[in-house]
């Protein structure tokens, strides 16, 4: 497809319908652009000169404008990513809590690098910054979704699952992991309907409010505040 | 309150987080949401301002600038439209609040949403939410997509004539699209770099029109106070850092996780309620607020986490974002790995973060692996010096705050790399299987 800088005609055609509505979202047209990029991720798993064309196109601007800002994002790729995009946490509290020895792990388990694609095109492998799960490290994500808590021997199984085709079930996410296509297309704004699957909340999020429930712990009850101190002497000590 | 009294949680935005439909409009009506809506719709939007700014709330994405005061400063006599941007890329490291409360209750969110934006006279609200959680994206637009049809986003919402359209857009992976200015260069399509202020997004910030930018969990806590008043919320907290919030532990804890408590509580409570550092090991050092916050050791268990104590022991509140280490942890690989971050996430407009961060990951990369000499330490320094207030923006500067406080604290660990010609530490020990002492 990208060899021809253009998408055919009727994938042109079928995103275009898609470009329209992501515009129609926004009082000027130029916002549309990361969720456009996602569009065309989701069309070919990357962000293809094709896609930068389908973009520059779709928004009137140059290739040069939306290739200033596709290579600007990380989540954006310029080369085929796997169908199942896992990334493991390597910043300073996960790599110390062992993502440095799950990322070293899969590189050998996997046989490929930093940003590399297993063979059968089935996983890639990205070391990823802060994913903001700080509390249940260390953190994978596959797709994009949470793996919490893993450990060598756990992410091992999870690619290999990933490789063999079997679901995974994310530690906090839908039932199973999408593909790397369908997440793109999520992102761009269009929304699946698993919204409802998974839990609200586990684990590490809940253990302040158990800790509260359990020892009788509430905010203050606004219909009968505590008397204010007569005088507060600047102290700064908590109320 | 004295100080002999105990300290304790206050979960308000967590309160209904372990009922399991948490996220629903069901569930979150069934606790009482919306009804704060229902009010706040019934004063004059100039009266919530100052609800809000009575109340004291203060900005809780890091930096804490009082909420009510930002609102304020929109210029009454604009004519262009008006914006309220959610800034939900949490992405500082440590920090992991926004993301589990956007999980379980992205209602509420929603709620102060449509509370601020009446507020400040915008119809059209974005949330602008890091790419790289797609389960909260989805609960995001499922809540949105529930308040439309139960009336509560949309035209002429609970028969008021108050509009509001609020778009969920997802980033594409940028540390620095955090940064207000840096988001709404996104948000405008562009590649997200931080804008030269003043003109603040207040005067000149979305599509150059007025606009509030606030973070996840500043606007969630607009529905408790609109509801409980402005009493309630400064019963908690301190005078200048009233209410609660969010205080994440994470790292080498017993019990990691959200605590939701008064701000001025200490890491000694805190710890206390988790359990303590993991078994057989010791605190060592501690970030009050994400790795932009000077670090901290077992000599600040007693600050106050409030803005102007941590302030005034040379830290920052920022987040809250306690990520905890214990004496199995070096230093120098931390440190350096946090640069190697804020070097990959430098957006690369402005000369000092740019090639300061370029090089200090080259410095501490030798003094990590035993190549390094005690001169680069004050190399390091020096390079803080031309980092530290001479960036662009907050990056630069927050890259400075691990280097420099480390080097206070620690200078004697950054010396035995050299004089060792290598990492005195074990690295597997600081891992959650190989912590058994």
New interface residues.
């Given amino acids: 497809m990208s060899r021809t800088g253009t998408f055919p005609e009727e994938v042109e055609a079928r995103l275009a319908l898609d470009a329209k509505e992501i515009i129609a979202?926004?009082?000027?047209s130029?916002?549309?652009?990361?969720?456009l990029?996602?569009l065309v991720q989701a069309e070919e798993g990357y962000v293809s000169s094709a896609g930068i064309a389908f973009c520059a196109e779709q928004?009137d601007l140059t290739k040069a404008e939306v290739t200033?800002?596709a290579t600007?994002?990380?989540?954006?790729k310029r080369r085929p990513a796997g169908q199942y995009h896992v990334?493991v946490c390597?910043?300073?509290?996960c790599?110390?809590?062992?993502g440095?020895?799950i990322f070293e792990s899969l590189k050998e388990h996997l046989g490929v690098g930093n940003d590399e694609v297993t063979e059968d095109g089935k996983v890639s492998l990205e070391h990823?910054?802060?994913?903001?799960?700080?509390?249940?490290?260390?953190v994978v994500?596959v797709?994009?979704?949470?793996f919490d808590?893993q450990?060598p021997e756990s992410a091992k199984q999870l690619v290999d699952d990933l490789r063999l085709g079997k679901d995974v079930k994310?530690s906090?996410?839908?039932e199973s992991v999408?593909t790397w296509k369908q997440?793109a297309r999520?992102?761009?704004?269009f929304?699946?309907d698993?919204?409802?699957e998974?839990?609200?909340?586990a684990?590490?999020?809940?253990?302040?409010?158990?800790?509260?429930?359990k020892?009788g712990?509430?905010?203050?009850d606004?219909d009968n505040?505590?008397t204010?101190?007569a005088a507060?002497e600047?102290?700064?000590?908590?109320? | 309150?004295?100080?002999d009294?105990e300290?304790?949680?206050?979960?308000?935005l967590?309160?209904n987080?372990?009922?399991?439909?948490?996220?629903?409009l069901r569930g979150y009506r069934e606790t009482g949401g919306y009804e704060a809506l229902r009010k706040a719709l019934t004063m004059e939007p100039d009266g919530l301002v100052d609800l809000v700014k009575a109340s004291g709330l203060r900005g809780r994405g890091g930096a804490g600038f009082p909420t009510g005061m930002k609102w304020g400063f929109l210029p009454k006599d604009n004519p262009k439209?008006r914006y309220l941007v959610v800034n939900a890329d949490?992405?500082?490291?440590?920090?992991?609040k926004?993301?589990?409360l956007m999980?379980?209750?992205p209602h509420v969110l929603l709620e102060g949403i449509a509370i601020s934006a009446y507020a400040v006279k915008s119809s059209?609200a974005f949330i602008y939410v890091?790419?790289?959680?797609?389960?909260v994206?989805?609960?995001l637009?499922?809540a949105v997509?529930e308040a439309y049809n139960a009336g509560l986003l949309g035209k002429n919402i609970q028969g008021t004539g108050f509009d509001l359209d609020v778009?969920?857009?997802?980033?594409?992976?940028?540390?620095i699209c955090g940064e207000e200015t840096a988001l709404l260069d996104?948000?405008?399509?562009?590649?997200?770099q931080p804008r030269l202020k003043p003109p603040f997004p207040a005067v000149a910030g979305l599509?150059a029109s007025p606009t509030v930018v606030n973070n996840v969990e500043s606007i969630a806590s607009v529905p408790s106070i609109v509801?409980?008043?402005v009493?309630?919320f400064?019963?908690?907290?301190?005078?200048k850092s009233a209410g609660?919030g969010f205080f994440?532990?994470?790292?080498h804890v017993t019990?990691?996780?959200?605590?939701?408590?008064?701000?001025?509580?200490t890491l000694r409570e805190l710890l206390d309620?988790?359990g303590g550092i993991r078994a057989g090991h010791e605190l060592k050092f501690w970030t009050p607020g994400g790795?932009s916050t000077p670090i901290f050791t077992d000599e600040h268990l007693d600050t106050?986490l409030?803005f102007?104590?941590v302030g005034a022991a040379g830290s920052m509140l920022g987040t809250r974002?306690l990520?905890i280490?214990d004496e199995t942890?070096c230093v120098v690989?931390?440190?350096g790995?946090?640069i190697e971050?804020y070097a990959?996430?430098s957006?690369g407009k402005c000369t000092p973060c740019r090639e300061g961060n370029f090089w200090m990951v080259q410095v501490l990369e030798r003094l990590e692996n035993g190549a390094g000499t005690e001169a680069d330490l004050d190399k390091l320094l020096d390079i803080c010096d031309n980092l530290l207030g001479r960036a662009f923006c907050a990056l630069g500067d927050g890259a400075a705050s691990p280097v420099i406080s480390s080097i206070q604290y620690f200078r004697q660990e950054y010396i035995d790399h050299v004089e060792q010609g290598g990492c005195p530490f074990d690295?597997?020990k600081?891992?959650?299987?190989?912590g058994e002492a």
Avoid at chain 1, 217 to 220: E, Q
Wanted: charged share 20%; with cysteine.
């Fill in positions: 979202r926004y009082p000027h130029r916002s549309a652009l990361l969720p990029l996602h928004l200033a800002v600007f994002y990380t989540m954006y990334g390597t910043n300073t509290l790599a110390v809590m062992g440095d020895e990823v910054e802060c994913n903001a799960a700080c509390d249940f490290a260390p994500m797709n994009w979704e949470f808590n450990t994310p906090r996410g839908p999408c997440a999520l992102l761009a704004g929304a699946d698993r919204a409802t998974g839990p609200q909340a684990g590490p999020s809940l253990v302040g409010l158990e800790l509260a429930r020892r712990w509430a905010a203050p606004p505040l505590p204010a101190p507060d600047g102290e700064g000590g908590t109320k | 309150m004295s100080s009294t300290t304790t949680l206050t979960p308000v967590s309160e987080w372990d009922r399991p439909d948490s996220f629903t439209p949490e992405s500082e490291p440590g920090t992991c926004d993301i589990p999980l379980a209750n059209l890091r790419g790289e959680v797609l389960h994206i989805r609960r637009k499922h997509a778009v969920v857009h997802a980033g594409a992976g940028a540390y996104s948000l405008e399509g562009y590649r997200g599509y509801t409980n008043g009493e309630w400064t019963a908690m907290g301190t005078e609660f994440s532990l994470s790292g019990n990691p996780g959200q605590y939701e408590a008064p701000l001025g509580i309620m988790a790795s106050p409030d102007e104590s974002a990520q280490f942890t690989r931390a440190v790995r946090w971050f990959h996430e957006c690295h597997r600081s891992t959650v299987w190989g």
